[in-house]
């Protein structure tokens, strides 16, 4: 029954692709398969490859001799999680495709970006235990539907056959939005802000948790969030998201 049941999705997929042609993520060029990028937008693309900086993900221009590879800020002053990695520089075609995610109920686009997140973070998914998304507010999460990273970190699990623990962290007040905001009022705002939940404890405690999220800009999310990880008990935190700033301006 089961090698019928994947003829027919395959059949049904191949009757969707003749009728409504899958079209690029970015534009409205017909593409090969649903999720992919046509030539221009793939070139449009900036992706983050080694090296880069273990602390914060962020690009460097050359190697290490020896040793990890730290940017200066992490030497001087490392983030509370263990490692991070993006998998694309967050600039205009990134933004775009992310935006449309987050606020143009592009729920879609989640598989796609998590598949390059998945390339790009699997030095942290081999050895991870579970994966827990950003929270958002109950009135922010009211509002849109959805929580952008949750759909990121369900469709991550899926790929790499980890499990998703949606609700681990809450956010226990609304905070406004953080984009026009300095780092230091960033880390302002979201001070106290996320706290794991009670009834999630027991998951969280000796696990090895990788923190999924859209985009990481000055950090300060992040850093609450693995505060809270800590609080719980996780033995370590990493983080994996889809795009960060070109440089690392969170501390």
């Known amino acids: 029954m089961k090698p019928i049941l994947i003829s027919l999705n395959r059949w049904g997929r191949a009757v969707l692709d003749v009728l409504l042609p899958p079209q690029c993520l970015g534009c409205d060029r017909p593409v090969a398969g649903a999720g992919l990028l046509c030539p221009a937008c793939f070139a449009g693309m900036r992706f983050i490859t080694e090296p880069c900086c273990d602390n914060c993900g962020t690009a460097l221009a050359l190697a290490p001799r020896r040793g990890p590879a730290v940017c200066t800020v992490c ?21 775009a495709l992310i935006l449309q995610l987050k606020r143009g109920d592009r729920t879609d686009l989640a598989v796609s970006l998590a598949r390059l997140m998945a390339r790009a973070g699997a030095p942290l998914l081999i050895s991870a235990d579970l994966l827990v998304p950003v929270p958002l507010h109950r009135h922010r999460l009211r509002q849109r539907g959805y929580n952008q990273a949750g759909l990121l970190a369900r469709a991550l699990g899926r790929i790499a056959g980890l499990p998703t623990l949606q609700d681990a962290l809450a956010r226990t007040r609304p905070t406004d939005s953080l984009g026009e905001l300095s780092a230091e009022r960033r880390a302002e705002a979201l001070e106290g802000a996320i706290a794991p939940r009670a009834r999630r404890l027991g998951e ?5 948790v990788i923190l999924v999220d859209d985009v990481l800009t000055s950090g300060a999310t992040a850093r609450e969030c693995t505060f809270a990880l ?4 996780a033995k370590s935190v990493d983080v994996l998201v889809a795009a960060r700033t070109a440089a690392p301006q969170d501390r």
Not at 204 to 208: D, L, M, V
Not at 230 to 233: D, S
Request: aromatic share 6%; proline share 10%; net charge positive.
């Open 75 to 95: 030497a001087e002053d490392p983030p509370p999680w263990r490692r991070a990695r993006a998998a694309l520089h967050y600039d205009g075609a990134s933004r």
């Open 230 to 233: 800590g609080l719980a008990g």
């Open 204 to 208: 969280i405690a000796g696990r090895r």
